[in-house]
């Protein structure tokens, strides 16, 4: 297992080089200049340009660029927040902090409802109960999140005046509420769906006939035998929304005025501020690459029969 984890951890590592390249290339082949604007002069765009060394050949940026994000030096804003290092930018003014706790908060609202969700559709398949779970699941995975985010703030909001109509920084328990709701609707869904369907899966296993047929109790049946088993395909997909559950933060952050990463991160966008764009991108990709191996661990806690390793190992 030591070997497999070492294997991952470089294979994470050279992964992460090829996102910082691809990022760094895409964000130069965009035509113009950051400091392009309707008042900025040729003199006064070359000038800004040799500050930040961004009149240098393209393989000299790109080197100068991983050399400092070696370094841990993520640049400094060029629009935004001008001359402000990009590091204290992410994680010293609580941009990063906030965009994770309402990610957390979200990710731990779809498991827990979407996992037990899925399990009663699974056990009262063919019922009321099912058919309802089913249409309310498909409806919560065809919502797009903007929608969702824009009808709960004028519901709750605007006509009912029950929580506040913008949630700031989240100080209030109850400013939480919405965002949490909109975020987390997509993934609580499908996570219920994909639940349902493993569920189904292991139930139909001949180990859980030979269980009930032993007289094993129902609860102890679903509980133990089968729900272990059915985690499987929910882990795996947990590792992708762990970090997808904080870039999908945007829309819900500038819907509902949170001055967290994702609406900084949109701003940043609009104005062009690419060592913020890019040192954005790189953080977000490396915490989907750090659940990834996360989840490949989390297997083997799950179901022990599972071997961590590769072939040669």
Not at 106 to 122: K, S
Not at 242 to 269: D, H, M, N, R, W
Not at 284 to 302: E, W
Request: with cysteine; aromatic share 10%.
């Amino acid at each position: 297992m030591g070997t497999y984890i070492l294997k991952r951890i470089v294979g994470s590592i050279l992964i992460l080089l090829l996102i910082m390249v691809v990022t760094f290339l895409l964000m130069n082949a965009i035509p113009g200049s950051p400091f392009l604007t309707e008042k900025s002069t040729p003199e006064q765009i070359a000038m800004a340009e040799a500050k930040y060394g961004l009149d240098k050949p393209l393989h000299i940026q790109l080197w100068n660029y991983i050399k400092n994000y070696l370094k841990g030096d993520l640049g400094t804003s060029l629009k935004m927040q001008e001359g402000t290092p990009v590091k204290t930018i992410i994680f010293h003014q609580g941009k990063f902090l906030l965009s994770i706790k309402l990610g957390a908060f979200a990710l731990l609202l779809a498991v827990c409802v979407g996992i037990p969700l899925g399990c009663l559709a699974a056990f009262y398949r063919g019922s009321w109960l099912d058919g309802l779970l089913r249409v309310v699941t498909t409806i919560g995975v065809a919502i797009p999140t903007f929608v969702l985010a824009a009808l709960l703030l004028v519901v709750f909001s605007v006509k009912l005046k029950w929580v506040p109509t913008l949630s700031g920084s989240l100080t209030e328990a109850k400013s939480y509420i919405l965002p949490v709701i909109s975020l987390s609707s997509y993934y609580t869904c499908y996570i219920a769906k994909l639940m349902r369907t493993s569920m189904l899966d292991a139930i139909n296993q001949d180990y859980i006939r030979t269980a009930r047929a032993k007289g094993v109790k129902t609860n102890v049946l679903v509980l133990k035998h089968a729900l272990r088993n059915s985690l499987i395909p929910v882990v795996t997909y947990l590792g992708p929304v762990t970090a997808g559950i904080i870039t999908g933060s945007f829309v819900v952050e500038s819907t509902f005025s949170v001055p967290g990463l994702g609406k900084y991160f949109v701003q940043c966008v609009m104005s062009r501020d690419y060592p913020v764009i890019m040192a954005t991108t790189v953080v977000l990709s490396a915490l989907v690459i750090f659940a990834m191996l996360l989840v490949d661990i989390a297997y083997k806690l799950v179901d022990p029969r599972i071997t961590l390793t590769t072939k040669e190992d």
